[in-house]
């Protein structure tokens, strides 16, 4: 081999098999989408449990007796903020406003934090006036569905301050951008989840 062909050798682009992108276009949002699915599955059943349970009292108190409608939507008032201060934190990030994004964010935060102590709240008076999850059916399905979405906010908490952490580190990139963009799926599907709670279980256990 002449020394022309070995250079020439050397100089060409190595081939690979893979030549599409690592990471598709839109692949990220497409798997998420099948997560929020089947999250909304998990909650049709704990919204069905508590349409055949929701009448239950075993003797024990019901809905009426328990539930503090005016308590019950300043929390809701926290949620619907929330969701709104997370909207702002987008419009930010569309601008390129590290600044922006990161205050509404802390906003949409604080927000969400106020949510979840009003509802641990609301557990610890219930659990304090005997009215547990064991007392009957209505309260196992009560708590179930209520403390299920609870948790997801306090997951979504954590993954917003998670995030606040990244774009602080990196900025606006990409990845970051795409990752706030699942989280406001995210946020924005608790807050319908959690209008259907309060219909169904708070407005109309009280009222039906």
Same mark, same amino acid.
């Given at each position: 081999m002449t020394m022309a062909n070995t250079t020439a050798s050397q100089t060409e682009a190595p081939v690979f098999y893979l030549k599409?992108?690592?990471?598709? @276009?839109?692949?990220?949002?497409?798997?998420?989408?099948?997560?929020?699915?089947?999250?909304?599955?998990?909650?049709?059943?704990?919204f069905?449990?508590?349409?055949?349970?929701?009448? /239950?009292y075993a003797a024990g108190p019901a809905p009426v007796d328990l539930f503090d409608l005016e308590l019950v939507a300043i929390n809701t008032s926290m949620l619907l903020f929330s969701s709104i201060t997370y909207g702002f934190a987008?419009?930010?990030?569309?601008?390129?406003?590290i600044k922006?994004? @990161?205050?509404?964010? &802390?906003?949409?935060?604080l927000f969400g934090? &106020?949510?979840v102590g009003l509802e641990l709240y609301e557990f610890h008076h219930l659990w304090y006036i005997g009215a547990t999850p064991m007392r009957s059916g209505f309260l196992s399905s009560f708590y179930t569905l209520v403390a299920t979405h609870g948790l997801h906010v306090t997951f979504g908490i954590i993954w917003l301050v998670t995030l606040m952490v990244q774009v602080?580190?990196?900025?606006?990139?990409?990845? /970051?951008?795409?990752?706030?963009?699942?989280?406001?799926?995210?946020?924005?599907?608790?807050?319908?989840?959690?209008?259907?709670?309060?219909?169904?279980?708070?407005?109309?256990?009280?009222?039906?």
């Open positions: 599409e992108e690592h990471h598709p @276009q839109n692949g990220t949002m497409l798997g998420f989408w099948l997560y929020l699915m089947s999250d909304c599955l998990i909650f049709a059943i704990l069905a449990t508590h349409g055949v349970l929701g009448r /239950n987008m419009l930010a990030m569309e601008k390129g406003s922006g994004t @990161q205050t509404w964010l &802390a906003i949409t935060g934090i &106020a949510f602080a580190k990196r900025g606006l990139i990409v990845e /970051n951008k795409r990752r706030l963009m699942c989280l406001s799926l995210f946020w924005h599907f608790l807050d319908v989840i959690w209008i259907g709670v309060f219909s169904v279980v708070y407005l109309l256990g009280v009222l039906g």
